[in-house]
């Protein structure tokens, strides 16, 4: 294959290209056994602040990475450059590296040829996102800000790549995935009022700026002048960016390792993991599915192993953990990947009528600044932000100021009292696409919050 440059990347490479860069690399190797990693695509981006773009940008980019294993010795190298001479001396320094490094005890073999689906999270309108139609997405939230005196600012990044495996056992895979996020804060001129909205998928089309726009300024509007209240254990109602920045948290414990290590919430008492327990309300099922055209992903990890639909808990028990392929092997188990997308079953309220069912409460539209305290329970501590009220006899009452709160997602589950539908969420806290989650509003008894904060 000829030397492409890596700027003429538009926008990724193709299944052709990607796989002919893959045996061109492999060709070159001596090593024992060899795999290639080809990711390529673009980030588009456009930031605004003061109700103006401040900067927007598109970067191109293509590496290779390449895994050498010579004995049970592994070394891992990666290129930005495609042509032939860079590709060759990324090998040498891998073979080379591999020769000094460490035995790995628990070094497995490369696998065969694997059979997979045809991904799903490719997305047209994502991948031809121009700075013409993001600066008319900003425009459908700046000009509505500025007609209501408000200050508007936020992010928008949609990501268009692919992604070839390759070993030297003949395996060969290839997938091209889209992302979008599209958030924004709005404030009003006196610095009291803050509110948020956001929205993220594969699909450029299923994201309305406009409805956005108008959430983020009635939550600025509604937040002027909170007032403090003391902190304690209340019923919340947590909207389902809420939901989701804490329910993801669970992704992270999944792995059977550290369960089965005794170092996971999902380790059991004695020893073993808790498959077979009920952990939560019996309400909650999460699935990872990476063919959920609602949250698709990857169909195979990065090391070549096909992925699958998994239900990690179903009816509040835990159905599955996460094995890679040693720890399958080393407990007789089949190794379980789903892609890392997440989705939660609800029910078929809205967020309205969760607040209309609650004498006193508060409602929650996000958090932040998320930080762990135990892996061993998920705890985790972080603050309320842009849009957080009292709720009394049913309606939203007035904005409090915003609190600190000391919560696992699993306690949360634990105290569920209702849910809503559920629904794709922006749930990173830096504004990019982050997990793909679908989660429901919740309605929770006892929420711990700690202290008050008096950042807007």
């Known amino acids: ?8 990347i538009a926008p990724h490479l193709s299944r052709a290209e990607a796989e002919a860069i893959v045996k061109q690399v492999l060709s070159y190797g001596t090593a024992d056994e060899m795999r290639v990693s080809v990711t390529s695509g673009m980030r588009q ?20 990475s390449i895994r050498a294993v010579v004995g049970k010795r592994v070394a891992n190298v990666t290129v ?24 790995d005890p628990e070094l497995l073999p490369e696998l065969g040829p694997q059979q997979y689906r045809e991904g799903i999270a490719w997305s047209d309108a994502t991948a031809s996102l121009e700075p013409e139609a993001r600066a008319e997405a900003v425009r459908a939230i700046t000009e509505p800000s500025r007609k209501a005196g408000y200050v508007s600012t936020g992010y928008l990044e949609a990501n268009a790549n692919s992604v070839a495996v390759g070993n030297s056992k ?22 009291t009022g803050s509110g948020w909205a956001g929205a993220s998928d594969n699909d450029w089309r299923r994201i309305d700026p406009r409805l956005l726009a108008e959430r983020a300024i009635e939550k600025a509007r509604r937040s002027v002048n909170p007032v403090a209240i003391e902190p304690g254990r209340y019923t919340v109602v947590l909207e ?41 309300d019996e309400r909650v099922t999460l699935v990872s599915d990476p063919f959920d055209a609602r949250v698709p992903a990857s169909p195979f990890t990065g090391e070549g192993m096909p992925t699958e639909k998994v239900t990690w808990i179903e009816n509040g028990v835990v159905r599955n953990l996460a094995y890679d392929r040693f720890w399958a092997q080393r407990t007789g188990k089949a190794p379980v990947n789903a892609g890392g997308t997440l989705a939660m079953a609800g029910g078929s309220r ?38 957080t ?31 809503g539908r559920p629904e794709r969420v922006s749930a990173s806290e830096s504004g990019g696409p982050g997990q793909a989650i679908i989660v429901p509003p919740l309605k929770c008894r006892d929420f711990n919050f700690t202290s008050t904060s008096d950042a807007i």
């Open 389 to 419: 009220f009292l709720i009394e006899n049913g309606k939203v009452t007035r904005p409090v100021k915003n609190l600190r709160y000391n919560e696992s997602p699993i306690f949360m589950l634990n105290n569920l009292m209702d849910m």
């Open 1 to 8: 294959m000829p030397a492409r440059s890596l700027y003429a």
């Open 170 to 191: 003949g395996l060969l895979a290839y997938t091209r995935a889209t992302s979008v996020a599209y958030t924004t804060t709005v404030r009003t001129p006196d610095g």
């Open 45 to 64: 981006n456009t930031r605004f602040a003061v109700n103006q773009i401040s900067t927007a940008g598109d970067d191109y980019n293509a590496t290779v």
């Open 80 to 103: 930005n450059r495609l042509d032939a001479a860079a590709l060759r001396a990324a090998v040498q320094n891998a073979e080379r590296i591999a020769k000094l490094a460490p035995e």
């Open 240 to 280: 389902p960016t809420a939901v989701a920045n804490l329910v993801q948290l669970i992704s992270g414990a999944l792995g059977a390792r550290n369960a089965d290590e005794g170092r996971s919430f999902f380790s059991k008492a004695g020893g073993g993991n808790k498959i077979g327990e009920k952990v939560v």
């Open 350 to 387: 809205t967020v309205d009528e969760l607040v209309a069912s609650t004498e006193r409460g508060i409602l929650v539209t996000r958090f932040w600044y998320i930080r762990g305290v135990d892996p061993r329970t998920i705890l985790f501590t972080g603050l309320t932000r842009d849009g």
